[in-house]
């Protein structure tokens, strides 16, 4: 008896009784057939993780959670032809405050809700919000155009109507012209847009022929409740 079971321990399988075998031939198909699904699963899930890192794959809204949260530093610069003007800014939920600066003039305001000041002598006096073309302090109306954005040949743009649709009061039919918004973001969070608008404010005013507005963002939920300034 001792001596079967250490010839049955000794015993070595070769890769030929592996091969002919029907038994093992069998385990060996659904072995080669498990490792090629684990690899496609694997492949999958690398190819999701790598979303947020390429902006022609992932819905444009992805990544927009930190934004929401109203707690962030921005850098807004808007391009009007060779004109260029730049707010430095930091908001934490309903308030704001930011320096808007060209070339030749720098300002202060405060943004606490729907009201905004602009600061004067030590003073803080009603005022309207600083920007050109459309609101780009509302979150809402970024939302708003990120959601009208289109893609092709992995190139974002937006079109001449549904930029009208979002900013204009009122109905109206305009050209088709496209404008160009560029995504960046950093571990799945959008960090910068960039929204080319030249073909559209070419239909709305004769002011500007190249306008380009950019929002960057950073320092996520790291802003410090902001003082009432009034």
């Given amino acids: 008896m001792d001596e079967d079971n250490k010839v049955n321990k000794d015993k070595k399988f070769s890769i030929k009784e592996l091969i002919y075998n029907k038994r093992y031939r069998s385990i060996l198909i659904l072995f080669f057939y498990a490792i090629v699904f684990i690899v496609l699963i694997s492949l999958l899930n690398s190819n999701r993780s790598n979303v947020g890192d390429k902006s022609n794959n992932y819905s444009v809204l992805e990544g927009f959670d930190l934004i929401y949260n109203n707690n962030f530093a921005y850098k807004y610069t808007v391009t009007l032809d060779d004109k260029i003007i730049v707010y430095d800014g930091k908001k934490n939920n309903n308030r704001e405050v930011l320096l808007v600066s060209d070339s030749v003039n720098e300002k202060s305001y405060y943004i606490n809700g729907n009201d905004v000041f602009i600061k004067e002598d030590n003073n803080y006096i009603k005022s309207n919000k600083p920007y050109f073309v459309f609101d780009f302090f509302d979150t809402k109306i970024i939302e708003a155009l990120m959601r009208r954005c289109n893609t092709q ?32 973001y950093r571990n799945n969070y959008i960090t910068k ?30 802003i410090d409740e902001i003082d009432d300034l009034l």
């Fill in 193 to 222: 847009i960039s929204f080319d608008l030249s073909n559209y404010v070419k239909i709305t005013t004769n002011d500007y022929d190249n306008v380009t507005i950019t929002l960057e963002y950073y320092d996520f939920n790291l």
């Fill in 153 to 184: 040949n992995e190139e974002y743009y937006i079109d001449n109507q549904s930029l009208n649709d979002v900013l204009s009061d009122y109905d109206r039919k305009v050209d088709s012209g496209k404008n160009n918004v560029l995504i960046e």
